[in-house]
């Protein structure tokens, strides 16, 4: 059975934080949520574990005791070990004896914490504390797994790791929901939704994507116009929507997701201007 956010409206005072944005995440797949600071990602995840009330809009989820959620925090308690965390969460979703150390163990060896066990969570790396955030909202085998931002501020390797174990569980059936910073990472998935602003600007596969993006995206040692430019590395992206004719120093290349992501972005900031 899917899950599914459909024409969600969420005002946070007067700020406008989603604007008739919809999302369905079907069992065995990953959607990863992408968007800057302010995009409306943690306000879509929390509507869809049933965390804020929408204005507008419907919700289809499973009850609480059916999902897992790693929030953009650390997701443990630091006074406890990483064990203690484990057995405290599979407690409150009715694990007990030989079926919660056996599910502990498993997830302990899969994220390669097992050596890490007797430690406080407050002794862990980054990468480490946020492995353990996922295993613990992993731990009851839910049917929805959410993760806000679960590789933010981690190492490469635990990266790594932990888009393994999210591999892992959608494999497993999980619908797997998550938002990340990380555009490079985001190409994985099967399917993306782009926000920004609280609105969506485009979803699907990443080829999907790619094709919302109409004219072409160029790259040359400096910007011809500034409002059109990112910089990436040492040399300038450029946006050119179509029509204009390009600088004879510029050369059009195939966008990544990061490109596609930045033009869309700009040009609906430009559209929001030209309106006012």
């Known amino acids: ?40 990602k943690t306000t879509l995840l929390r509507a869809l574990v049933g965390e804020l009330v929408l204005e507008r809009g419907a919700v289809h989820a499973p009850p609480p005791e059916r999902i897992g959620y790693l929030t953009a925090a650390a997701g443990s308690w630091p006074a406890l070990t990483v064990r203690q965390n484990m057995d405290f969460v599979g407690g409150i979703y009715g694990l007990s004896g030989e079926r919660l150390e056996r599910r502990r163990e498993a997830l302990l060896a899969r994220a390669g914490l097992v050596e890490a066990g007797d430690r406080l969570a407050s002794q862990l790396s980054g990468g480490m504390r946020r492995k353990l955030g996922f295993c ?49 990472e985001a190409e994985r998935a099967g399917s993306l939704l782009v926000l920004d602003g609280g609105r969506t600007l485009a979803e699907g596969s990443l080829e999907d994507v790619r094709a919302t993006l109409v004219g072409s995206i160029t790259v040359a040692d400096r910007p011809h116009r500034a409002e059109w430019a990112w910089r990436r590395g040492r040399r300038f992206h450029e946006c050119w929507l179509g029509g204009e004719v ?30 006012r």
Not at 1 to 27: G, I, N
Not at 149 to 175: F, H, M, Q, Y
Not at 259 to 272: F, M, N, Q, T
């Open 246 to 275: 390009l600088a004879d120093d510029v050369i059009a290349i195939e966008p990544d997701l990061e490109d596609v992501v930045v033009a869309l972005s700009l040009k609906r900031r430009h559209e929001i201007g030209a309106a």
């Open 136 to 184: 613990m909202a992993m731990q009851h085998e839910p049917e929805l797994l959410v993760l806000d931002e679960p590789t933010t501020g981690v190492d490469p390797v635990s990266r790594i790791d932990l888009w393994r174990l999210v591999s892992e569980a959608a494999a497993a059936g999980a619908a797997v929901l998550m938002s990340t910073t990380y555009l490079d």
């Open 1 to 40: 059975m899917s899950f599914w956010v459909r024409s969600a409206t969420v005002r946070h005072d007067d700020v406008l934080a989603l604007d008739d944005v919809s999302v369905t995440v079907d069992p065995g797949s990953v959607v990863v949520v992408v968007g800057g600071d302010g995009a409306g």
